[in-house]
């Protein structure tokens, strides 16, 4: 899987293996971390990866302490979410 992610998106998946990643299981990491740190190329291939909604559910349903408070707001307003906040585990 390494090899098929851009170097972009690599780098806002700094914490996982991204050689051992799966894009379904990690989808709320993923989204996450590319929403968070990603650049404009990270970006962009999130949203060739995942449909709209799946990315907007991550925003909708965010986990405890791994957003930045400014992304979250920003992506929210984006996606047109009120962001209720899910236990971590």
Known sequence: MANELPPAVRAALWS??????????H???????????????AV?????????????EVVAYPRPGE???RSLNFWALVFDVEPRMTSRF
């Open 67 to 69: 957003w930045d408070r």
């Open 27 to 41: 989808r709320q990491r993923i989204v996450t971390n590319i929403l968070n740190l990603g650049t404009h190329e």
């Open 44 to 56: 962009t291939w999130l949203f060739k990866t995942y449909p709209r909604e799946r990315i907007a």
């Open 16 to 25: 996982l293996d991204t050689g051992r990643i799966d894009l379904d299981r």
